[in-house]
T-cell receptor, first 114, second 113 residues
Framework: EAGVTQFPSHSVIEKGQTVTLRCDPI?????LYWYRRVMGKEIKFLLH????????ESGMPNNRFLAERTGGTYSTLKVQPAELEDSGVYFC????????????FGPGTRLTVL | AQSVAQPEDQVNVAEGNPLTVKCTYS??????LFWYVQYPNRGLQFLLK??????LVKGSYGFEAEFNKSQTSFHLKKPSALVSDSALYFC???????????FGKGTRLSVIA
């Protein structure tokens, strides 16, 4: 079974540019989460999809961040325009139906904004 | 607010010795606790979880953790450390259903041969 995949693995952009991160969850997983870890700090929740619907987006830092999940499959996270403080590692995770299932994480996308 | 504390940024242990990575959580309802590990250039891998039942939980790679409600702790342990255990360890908590994980800041474990 394929795990959670993320693309790209690294992205280096300049302040003001746009970047789109992609996450492909494990097939059949309804729950999809985005998290971010800024250097040396905690991994922080960004948002949660259940199928194609946003269940919780309380962690989204501001309106420069836009997440979508087309047809309840893969998800994209767009940052537009990027700022220096957006640098960090963006993780995607997915989990199946039922409560308290462990979340399976992708390898992350390391975003550097110069 | 829900929170998890990992009081040690770094833990060093000699190969073959027992290891402990500490985690405490804030009290709010019934916590469900998880440990994840991140190896270099890899994503987070699930190690083990406590949902209910036996307070001692066994997980992958010989790791185990004990849920202690009175001390609000969920320390990760292994009887005999391996060099290959060197990685970044994260404790996390949820309080209901498929809600997002709340993570600690992580503890870097270094096992020295």
């Amino acid at each position: 079974e394929a795990g959670v995949t993320q693309f790209p693995s690294h992205s280096v952009i300049e302040k003001g540019q746009t970047v789109t991160l992609r996450c492909d969850p494990i097939s059949g997983h309804d729950n999809l989460y985005w998290y971010r870890r800024v250097m040396g700090k905690e991994i922080k929740f960004l948002l949660h999809f259940v199928k194609e619907s946003k269940q919780d987006e309380s962690g989204m830092p501001n309106n420069r961040f836009l997440a979508e999940r087309t047809g309840g499959t893969y998800s994209t996270l767009k940052v537009q325009p990027a700022e220096l403080e957006d640098s960090g590692v963006y993780f995607c995770a997915s989990s199946g139906q039922g409560p308290y299932n462990e979340q399976f994480f992708g390898p992350g996308t390391r975003l550097t904004v110069l | 607010a829900q929170s998890v504390a990992q009081p040690e940024d770094q833990v060093n242990v000699a190969e073959g010795n027992p290891l402990t990575v500490k985690c405490t959580y804030s009290v709010s309802g019934n916590p469900y606790l998880f440990w994840y590990v991140q190896y270099p250039n890899r994503g987070l891998q699930f190690l083990l979880k406590y949902i209910t039942g036996d307070n001692l939980v066994k997980g992958s790679y010989g790791f185990e953790a004990e849920f202690n409600k009175s001390q609000t702790s969920f320390h990760l342990k292994k009887p005999s450390a391996l060099v290959s255990d060197s990685a970044l360890y994260f404790c996390a908590v949820i309080y209901s259903g498929n809600t997002p994980l709340v993570f600690g800041k992580g503890t870097r474990l270094s096992v020295i041969a």
